[in-house]
């Protein structure tokens, strides 16, 4: 067995990025649908880890115990780039998106319920392959599948509940940039970047002219992302008793949104290109390690049914987010870039969201909307309307009472 140490598996997990971003830069189905690098370079690792057990009876271990605070970090960094300016003026489409939300959330446990009454399942099964795990994640996935293996004495199902929202991680990076790109192709539709290249004079890469942030700014920011991270943890660990639980991400991003809108009133100005650089790197890191240490033997073991489930499951949503989601969000290119994000996070975590529309803004341009109203609702809003449409479906006689 090889177990890398913290610095070892950082390294590897840095080695999996630059793999994953030369891979996409260089084989064009992967550019051309704008797949994430860390999904592209994490998932590789993945398979050339599970052969060498498999063939060499070698495993690779990692250390992984430094993800939570990179996902925090994140979510920190998003905070402190929000303003509430842009939030206010995208409360219409934020309103839009929970309307095309809500229904789907009911849809899909009803495709879930209905691939488990077709697979001879039991109602509870299509539950963890609907909204539990895809829409709620590793976290949601444990609560619910503790429950179910107590009352209901459902055998394996914390295992099947743990693939089933890791697999989702995976399809919701691979299948929000195809389409984001199909829906762009097909409406006409163009960022800032794409103008530029298709002007007879092409307008100069802002990006690369202006002056990289100082070192001084990534300091600042660095320090006011930890104060999110101390702050916010301090806050959820204040309410962890109460009766509604809220992910400590949550107050990561809020203590953000704070020192971001009412710092500039007391002096404080945030250089926001080097908060993004940081997010960025930290999004990177975690959604390399989560791909680097998916057990592929267990995939394999319980695919069959679960497969076939969210198969099902990934062609619904895409179909969703390029009829429905994009149809009520004025059909712009900021409406495609966050149907790509409604992928991620339907199917995965508003993480893999984020880094859908990471990957297509890059190629295409800013989607500042996107940035402001896809977090917001990822953070919290779909967890709780999520936990509304579960206990109701649970309380059903036909789907828990069984």
Not at 95 to 118: D, E, H, R, S, T
Not at 255 to 264: D, E, H, K, P, S
């Amino acid at each position: 067995m090889i177990s890398l140490s913290p610095v070892q598996s950082l390294l590897a997990c840095c080695l999996v990025l630059v793999i994953g971003r030369v891979l996409t830069t260089r084989i064009g189905i992967l550019s051309r649908y704008s797949i994430p690098d860390p999904i592209v370079g994490g998932l590789l690792f993945a398979v050339l880890a599970y052969l060498l057990s498999t063939w060499g009876g070698v495993s690779v271990s990692m250390e992984t115990s430094i993800k939570p605070t990179l996902l925090l970090l994140f979510f920190g960094c998003i905070g402190l780039t929000a303003n509430l300016k842009l939030l206010a003026k995208g409360g219409p489409r934020l309103i839009a998106f929970l309307l095309a939300l809500i229904p789907f959330l009911i849809l899909q446990n009803a495709v879930g319920l209905g691939m488990a009454w077709l697979l001879d399942m039991h109602p509870l099964m299509g539950l963890l392959g609907g909204t539990i795990t895809l829409v709620g994640g590793h976290g949601t996935g444990a609560a619910y599948a503790t429950r179910f293996a107590d009352f209901n004495n459902i055998q394996d199902v914390m295992a099947l509940a743990m693939t089933s929202a890791t697999l989702g991680l995976v399809l919701g990076g691979v299948v929000g940039g195809p389409v984001a790109e199909w829906i762009m192709r097909r409406h006409k539709l163009a960022g800032s970047l794409d103008h530029a290249a298709n002007a007879a004079h092409p307008a100069p890469d802002l990006a690369e002219e202006a002056e990289a942030p100082a070192a001084g700014s990534f300091i600042v920011s660095l320090t006011a992302a930890f104060v999110c991270l101390v702050v916010g943890g301090y806050l959820a660990m204040l309410v962890e008793d109460a009766p509604v639980s809220l992910p400590n991400f949550l107050w990561c991003l809020a203590t953000g949104v704070l020192i971001r809108n009412a710092g500039v009133r007391l002096g404080l100005k945030l250089d926001d290109r080097a908060t993004e650089i940081i997010g960025t790197i930290s999004l990177s890191l975690f959604l390399g390690m989560t791909m680097m240490t998916l057990d592929l033997s267990s995939v394999a073991r319980l695919a069959g049914p679960l497969a076939l489930m969210l198969a099902v499951q990934t062609l619904f949503c895409a179909l969703y987010a390029a009829w429905v989601v994009f149809r009520m969000l004025k059909r712009d290119y900021e409406a495609a870039i966050m149907s790509a994000a409604f992928c991620g996070f339907a199917l995965g975590a508003t993480a893999t969201a984020i880094a859908n529309m990471q990957a297509l803004t890059r190629r295409h341009g800013p989607a500042p909307e996107a940035f402001i109203v896809v977090p917001v609702t990822g953070a919290f809003l779909v967890d709780i309307l999520n936990v509304i449409v579960l206990t109701s479906l649970i309380s059903l006689p036909f789907v828990g009472g069984m």
